[in-house]
């Protein structure tokens, strides 16, 4: 089955302790990214990957890391969380060229 | 720079009724591509509808319809006969030619549909 796979689906964690959501798709695309979801501000990109090795800042990437080693995965790195990271953060993936992207199940994290 | 715009925050029917969100873009690109998805309350985003710039045809899917309209810079979401299951929160999307699949969002418009 297609799929984009976020770990963990939910996080309570306090701050300044280094965290990671893991993301994997198994759709071969090129492209993946990170959302993440704020009451009253929609989704807003944090980083994208058009492919390996090959990242980029999207609007809100301040506090978050990304690396794409692989195809495949696309981890979001907090290396120092604070309170107003607390939010819903979803991956998406989907090939170049515009085309519909591919979500995942989101992960809620919760910043103390 | 990319911006959508959904006014309506909010949006409540009875059950049957037909319901329009309204989903206003701007962009300085030529190429373009414009979005919806449904995240209902379980959480997930579920895509519905992709169209490309240089295709106006309003689309009709079941009880869903599209109309794009350049001169407006619009892409309305129309719901025919709406349903309970139909109860989500509705985001517009837009992303452009350069960084093709970077995805802007509205903010949402959140329907209830009432039994």
């Known amino acids: 089955e297609a799929q984009v796979t976020q770990n963990p689906r939910y996080l309570i964690t306090v701050t300044g302790k280094k965290l990671t959501v893991t993301c994997s798709q198994n759709m071969n695309h090129e492209y993946m990214s990170w959302y993440r979801q704020d009451p009253g501000l929609g989704l807003r990109q944090i980083y994208y990957s058009m492919n390996v090795e090959v990242t980029d800042k999207g609007d809100v990437p301040e506090g978050y890391k990304v690396s794409r080693k692989e195809k495949r995965n696309f981890p979001l790195i907090l290396e120092s969380p604070s309170p107003n990271q607390t939010s819903l953060y979803f991956c998406a993936s989907s090939f170049l060229g515009g085309t519909e992207a591919f979500f995942g199940q989101g992960t809620r994290l919760t910043v103390v | 720079a990319q911006k959508v715009t959904q006014a309506q925050t909010e949006i409540s029917v009875v059950e049957k009724e037909d319901v329009t969100l309204d989903c206003v873009y701007e962009?300085?690109?030529?190429?373009?591509?414009l979005f919806w998805y449904k995240q209902p309350p379980s959480g997930e985003l579920v895509f519905l509808i992709r169209r490309n710039s240089f295709d106006e045809q309003n689309e009709i899917s079941g009880r869903y319809s599209w109309n794009f309209q350049k001169s407006t810079s619009s892409f309305n979401f129309t719901i025919t006969a709406s349903q309970v299951v139909d109860s989500a929160v509705y985001f517009c999307?837009?992303?452009?030619?350069?960084?093709?699949?970077?995805?802007?969002f509205g903010t949402g418009t959140r329907l209830t549909v009432i039994p």
């Open positions: 999307a837009l992303s452009g030619e350069t960084g093709a699949n970077n995805l802007f």
């Open positions: 962009t300085r690109d030529t190429t373009y591509y």
